[in-house]
């Protein structure tokens, strides 16, 4: 369970993001660190995560006590082969400016890992604040929608009558009526959002994205 409540703050944003594989709840100190969650919330190479996990204590050069405590803790699923990550979400420019105090918390989140069998990792806006993450967003709420498995099997259905189908040309494939359209397209977005429709994430995620049936 993370080791301590992050306490709200009125300078910068907190909450707790809603969440489906965090071991506790999925606190956050600021907007960069909810978007990360967000992206291990989404994707399917992650089993678990937890905020805070650690709390790493040491003696610095001249004896005083000091203590870091990384943000958070993503751990793979097995059949991937990935070591879990030991992870500080840092603006690039928090880093920049403020080198001299965070470099020592860093060696040390270094030290405390490797003998675990983690990868420690400094997470910046420029890995989490990408198009994945703005589809990643979008399509996360379909996650949670229930849709029938007859409307499953008309979408797939029209996708393989399509020789490229995108979200677009499907829907004009099950109905003319743009009424009807608007009835299939978040069946579309659920099956995109449980892998059962892959169509590539790291671009924009548009009506006219090629799109085909998870292998």
């Not at 606190?27 to 660190?33: K, N, T, V």
């Not at 993503?74 to 965070?102: Q, S």
């Not at 400094?122 to 029938?148: C, G, H, K, Q, W």
Request: one cysteine or more; charged letters at 30%.
């Amino acid at each position: 369970m993370p080791i301590r409540k992050i306490p709200k703050n009125y300078r910068h944003v907190t909450g707790v993001a809603a969440r489906t594989k965090a071991v506790g709840e999925a606190q956050f100190e600021s907007p960069l660190e909810r978007d990360f969650i967000a992206l291990l919330e989404f994707s399917p190479e992650v089993v678990e995560y937890e905020v805070q996990p650690v709390k790493i204590e040491w003696v610095d050069d001249q004896g005083a006590p000091r203590y870091y405590r990384p943000d958070v803790r993503v751990v793979f699923h097995d059949d991937l082969n990935r070591r879990p990550w030991l992870c500080e979400v840092k603006c690039r420019d928090d880093i920049r400016n403020n080198w001299d105090e965070l470099h020592p918390r860093f060696r040390q989140g270094i030290r405390y890992a490797k003998p675990r069998g983690w990868v420690f990792h400094l997470v910046s806006e420029v890995e989490i604040r990408t198009p994945y993450l703005d589809n990643a967003r979008f399509l996360l709420p379909f996650r949670r929608r229930t849709v029938s498995e007859e409307s499953i099997a008309d979408v797939f259905r029209a996708m393989d009558r399509l020789e490229t189908p995108t979200p677009e040309r499907t829907l004009q494939a099950l109905s003319d009526d743009p009424w009807q359209q608007a009835e299939w397209t978040p069946t579309i977005w659920h099956l995109v959002a449980h892998w059962q429709i892959e169509v590539d994430l790291d671009r924009p995620l548009l009506m006219t994205s090629p799109i085909r049936r998870a292998v």
